[in-house]
């Protein structure tokens, strides 16, 4: 259950008392299966599993709550429907000795895909998140801004109000990130790991260096800094717990939990699905905790008064 990419949200001390009704707010949204001629579902399931149908909605360790919003898409790929439009349109010219207007052709298309929707797979997804109330953190297990939108879009709707903002770094973090690696001083726990993006800011279209299992210190990626490209993305290691790279748009890409983290799970006795959920979640939460007050104070990233 350990988040892969992460992208962030705040929110005030007066959102997180009204997080408090969460559970009961999710519950008139849940996942409803997709019906024969819908396209696709959206709703809210169990943490727990997707077959959990009357299981909460939310799961809390400590400051963490842990939720999970499903979908249900059908699959019917556009060459699927065009082979079947042109095999019908074949057999109506043919056996009506004349031409298909584009009109008629339209709506002969989406005859065939009221016929086809109702037999079309079904594939399932799962997207989580959680929020941290005690530090106003929305945490989300994505590093698309669209999926990450579309979530947090689904628990404004179910709350009615739900005012999380996106980060706005006071230290822009293209500049800090291109002096750590230009200099090699990094922040007390912080750490260079082996993968960078340079590009060239003065063009939407210069120059892309992308480096993986790369000495970042070494003097080919100096040359290119000394070019005047800048870091978009940087590969940081933090208090030798876990790693992740660092975007330009703050968003945590390929984060992982290294061994030292991971085998404290070993230590924790789990005698269920739900206990391996709580010691998952606890531990991940609490190592982000620490990471996350240490972006705020490197870059400035202030909690919302109100």
């Known amino acids: 259950m350990f988040f892969r990419n992460l992208t962030l949200f705040r929110f005030s001390e007066s959102v997180a008392e009204d997080l408090s009704r969460l559970e009961e707010a999710l519950g008139e949204h849940r996942l409803r299966p997709c019906g024969p001629m819908e396209m696709s579902s959206r709703g809210f399931i169990s943490p727990m599993g997707r077959d959990e149908d009357d299981a909460p909605l939310t799961h809390s360790v400590a400051q963490a709550t842990l939720l999970t919003i499903g979908g249900e898409d059908k699959l019917l790929p556009s060459s699927v429907i065009n082979d079947e439009l042109s095999r019908k349109v074949k057999h109506i010219a043919e056996e009506e000795g004349r031409r298909i207007s584009g009109r008629e052709r339209k ?39 669209k ?28 500049q800090l990130m291109t002096e750590w690696l230009t ?42 800094l000394r070019g005047g490209k ?26 992982r939990f290294f061994d030292v983290v991971t085998d404290e799970l070993e230590n924790t006795q789990t005698d269920s699905a739900a ?32």
């Open 107 to 145: 709506k002969i298309k989406e005859e065939l895909i009221e016929q086809l929707l109702p037999r079309a797979f079904t594939r399932p997804s799962r997207q989580s998140a959680y929020v941290d109330k005690k530090n106003g953190w929305l945490v989300l297990d994505t590093s698309s801004r």
């Open 275 to 306: 206990d391996e959920i709580d010691a998952r979640l606890a531990l991940m939460s609490l190592e982000l905790e620490r990471l996350f007050g240490k972006l705020e104070e490197w870059f400035g990233l202030p909690r919302p008064a109100a």
């Open 183 to 224: 200099s090699g001083e990094l922040p007390a726990g912080l750490s260079l790991a082996d993968e960078c993006e340079l590009r060239d800011p003065a063009s939407a279209s210069g120059a892309v260096v992308r480096c993986r299992r790369q000495d970042l210190e070494s003097d080919e990626v100096k040359e290119h």
């Open 147 to 174: 999926s990450a939108e579309n979530m947090l879009s689904a628990v404004r709707e179910a709350l009615g109000s739900f005012p999380a903002v996106p980060l706005a770094p006071e230290q822009a973090p293209r």
């Open 230 to 255: 800048q870091v978009f993305q940087l590969g940081l290691n933090f208090d030798e717990r876990l790693g992740f790279v660092l975007g330009e748009d703050m968003v945590l890409r390929k984060l």
